[in-house]
């Protein structure tokens, strides 16, 4: 059955620290992995990676795709209390459209 | 201006009763979806519909019935409410089919007592 798995489950850092967020899967094949931010209600789009090595940036946010080794990272620099939030990885199977998530990672940054 | 909504944020039923969660986005897009995050805050597909036809119906109790009167509109009706179905229920859309840029709705926290 098609996996995917988030680690660490939780995160606590202070302002400023770097933190980076992994996702790993079994996915015999896909076509776009995606990483979400999740506050208190919807989880919001952050970046879709389709392509191996190729690495997404938003402000301090970066996330890349590692289709060899199965893997993607998402990093955050310079963290800031607003970043306090469970980020999500999904993959979009090549044979449906439904998306697989990942249990999450629970980001608490504290001032 | 809101680009998915969902009504009603909270629910809270006993069991046995039935209940329905009403869905509604604006953005134009094709492909809806209805989605469940227990406790544990996993997020589970549980149906999509593109253009109002059936795409996506995972292994959900048939007390859960879909429908989408036309591609803006997605509600999930649930009969004979469970404990178990306790969770919070998130509505999103997407462009079209395949793409998975899905933009989710606030979410309808369900509580069954």
């Known amino acids: 059955e098609d996996k995917v798995v988030q680690s660490p489950l939780s995160l606590v850092v202070h302002e400023g620290d770097t933190v980076t967020l992994n996702c790993s899967y079994e996915?015999?094949?896909?076509?776009?992995l995606l990483w979400y931010k999740q506050e208190k209600k919807a989880p919001t789009f952050l970046f879709m990676l389709?392509?191996?090595?190729i690495e997404k940036k938003s402000g301090r946010l970066s996330s890349i795709l590692d289709k060899k080794e199965l893997f993607s990272i998402l990093n955050i620099t310079a963290t800031q209390t607003g970043d306090s939030a469970v980020y999500l990885c999904?993959?979009?199977?090549?044979?449906?459209?439904?998306?697989?998530f990942g249990t999450g990672t629970r980001l608490q940054v504290f001032p | 201006d809101t680009a998915v909504s969902q009504t009603p944020k909270y629910l809270v039923t006993q069991m046995g009763n039935d209940k329905s969660i009403k869905c509604e986005q604006n953005?134009?897009?094709?492909?809806m979806y209805w989605y469940k995050q227990d406790s544990k805050k996993f997020l589970k597909i549980m149906f999509s519909y593109n253009n109002k036809e059936l795409i996506i119906n995972e292994t959900v109790p048939n007390r859960f019935s879909p429908k989408s009167p036309d591609k803006a509109h997605l509600n999930l009706h649930i009969n004979s409410l469970e404990l178990g179905d306790s969770a919070v229920y998130f509505c999103?859309?997407?462009?079209?089919?395949?793409?998975?840029?899905?933009?989710f709705g606030p979410g309808t926290r369900l509580t069954v007592t």
């Open positions: 953005l134009g897009h094709d492909t």
């Open positions: 999103a859309s997407s462009q079209a089919r395949g793409v998975y840029e899905q933009y």
């Open positions: 996915v015999t094949n896909f076509r776009s």
């Open positions: 999904a993959l979009g199977p090549w044979n449906t459209d439904k998306l697989i």
């Open positions: 389709t392509s191996s090595g």
